[in-house]
């Protein structure tokens, strides 16, 4: 692993700190642009649903939820659309420029989950949910968050792809074609965005239990005290 | 060896990591109702010019077989206003102005004179709901080339008895499932969904498909774009 480990001095005490650099620029600024993106598009998109709020008939009209206009944005069909419609560029412009940034730079080890992270989910989710003793850690992310956040990233993909499905079915005729048609498509974009809210919860859940230190790395790129044993 | 670094100068490295975020705090303009707006349009507007550009004019929407249409009493009816705007269907005249050198009143009759096309397609509406509906009619590239229409124009505009309006662009206007269309499974355009004549396009969003139309133009410049889009909805729609 890359991760760059620096010790941090206080003049007067004399403590000493680790700090490593565990979030490049381009992650940290990817992530919070993403951030506001998915906050207008979820917002956005189900003010769009609410007005059909059914992937069944038109007639007659079973609704599946009524979604609480306070928790939407847009106000209304058409302001929805504008909000869904220039936030989807951000947010792919965001996604293009993360998954670009990963690859080229070689930072997506330390996020992609290999088939080698398999064997390290077991005694993650032990730790997690059975009160089970931590597993020893020696890099940023272990098995479990490897897999979560690699399954965001092809939810964000998958978000992508049905929403230019429902917007474009003709023009991408043979995405539409994969999903089974528009009627599908709008179906699967729905479903991959409570999936994306799923993760997000969890995501945020974990946050709030890591700490501040923890937080701070997303926002500075540096960790003090890292959780894990660095070299 | 790990490197080591002073505790001030460490906090001025994180801060000047911190500061390198400001760009997202520019996403904070969509919150200034001053500036909301004309973003908004402008990410409408990019939105629209995109989609001119992934449209292809030779691609056609998918067709489907009889087993698969919508039955006819379940296949939605959306006015603007009234269902039934009362047009005198006897009487009933297109008239056609603007860059054509044939202006002038046309019949049902001249319409139907021309070759008949019938597909099955599907209609998507923009709150989400989409059927398959059969549709019959005129090829609207045909009917321009009968008017004599400039098909380099841009624009075709279109004026509809219950006083909706819609525009569409000249592409997707000669596209080749575009219809003039007056019949609907088979049987003349019932009242409610906009007899004597209404736009059938495939490739376009349900509110460009005008419906009880009287006028149309060809035209260069747009005043107005639609009755939906002049509210802010997209003026290009297409599927």
């Known amino acids: 692993m890359s991760t760059h480990a620096i010790s941090v001095e206080d003049a007067k005490t004399g403590e000493a700190t680790e700090a490593v650099y565990e979030h490049p620029y381009i992650v940290r600024l990817c992530h919070w642009v993403n951030a506001v993106a998915l906050f207008v598009m979820v917002g956005s998109g189900m003010q769009i649903f609410r007005a059909f709020p059914s992937f069944g008939a038109k007639i007659p009209e079973k609704d599946l939820l009524n979604w609480p206009k306070a928790f939407a944005i847009g106000g209304w069909l058409g302001g929805a659309l504008q909000w869904h419609l220039t936030f989807m560029w951000i947010y792919i412009a965001s996604g293009v420029l993360y998954l670009g940034y990963q690859v080229v730079s070689g930072n997506y080890k330390q996020v992609l989950f290999t088939p080698r992270d398999i064997h390290g989910l077991w005694p993650m989710i032990k730790h997690y949910f059975f009160f089970g003793s931590k597993p020893l850690a020696t890099e940023p992310y272990n098995a479990l968050q490897k897999q979560a956040y690699t399954s965001a990233v092809i939810l964000g993909v998958l978000s992508v792809l049905t929403g230019f499905a429902v917007w474009k079915p003709i023009q991408f005729s043979w995405l539409a074609a994969m999903m089974g048609g528009f009627h599908w498509a709008r179906l699967l974009h729905f479903i991959v965005m409570w999936a994306t809210l799923a993760f997000l919860f969890g995501h945020v859940v974990m946050v709030a239990l890591h700490g501040w230190n923890n937080f701070v790395s997303m926002l500075v790129g540096w960790k003090k005290n890292p959780e894990y044993i660095v070299e | 060896m790990k490197s080591r670094i002073d ?104 319409i139907q004179s021309l070759p008949k096309q019938v597909h099955n397609t599907r209609h998507v509406c923009v709150e989400g709901w989409d059927v398959i509906g059969n549709f019959g009619g005129a090829l609207l590239s045909d009917f321009l080339k009968s008017v004599g229409a400039d098909t380099t124009a841009r624009f075709i505009t279109m004026q509809c008895a219950d006083d909706y309006y819609e525009s569409l662009d000249m592409a997707t206007a000669l596209h080749p499932q575009t219809l003039l269309c007056y019949e609907m499974y088979g049987a003349p355009l019932t009242r409610k969904h906009g007899a004597p004549v209404r736009l059938n396009i495939p490739t376009k969003i349900g509110y460009k498909q005008a419906k009880y139309l009287t006028d149309l133009k060809v035209t260069n410049v747009l005043d107005k774009v639609g009755y939906w889009e002049d509210q802010g909805y997209s003026g290009f729609y297409g599927l």
């Open chain 2, 7 to 110: 505790k001030q100068a460490f906090k001025s490295v994180t801060r000047r990591e911190l500061l390198k975020l400001t760009p997202v705090v520019a996403l904070g303009a969509f919150v200034v109702p001053k500036l909301r707006d004309p973003l908004l349009k402008a990410g409408l507007g990019f939105s629209d010019w995109a989609s001119g550009v992934m449209y292809r004019s030779g691609h056609l929407a998918s067709t489907f077989e009889n087993s698969e249409l919508t039955p006819f009493e379940k296949f939605p009816i959306n006015g603007y206003d009234v269902e039934d705007p009362e047009v005198d269907l006897d009487k009933w005249r297109l008239n056609v102005a603007g860059a054509v050198r044939k202006p002038g009143e046309y019949s049902m009759a001249q």
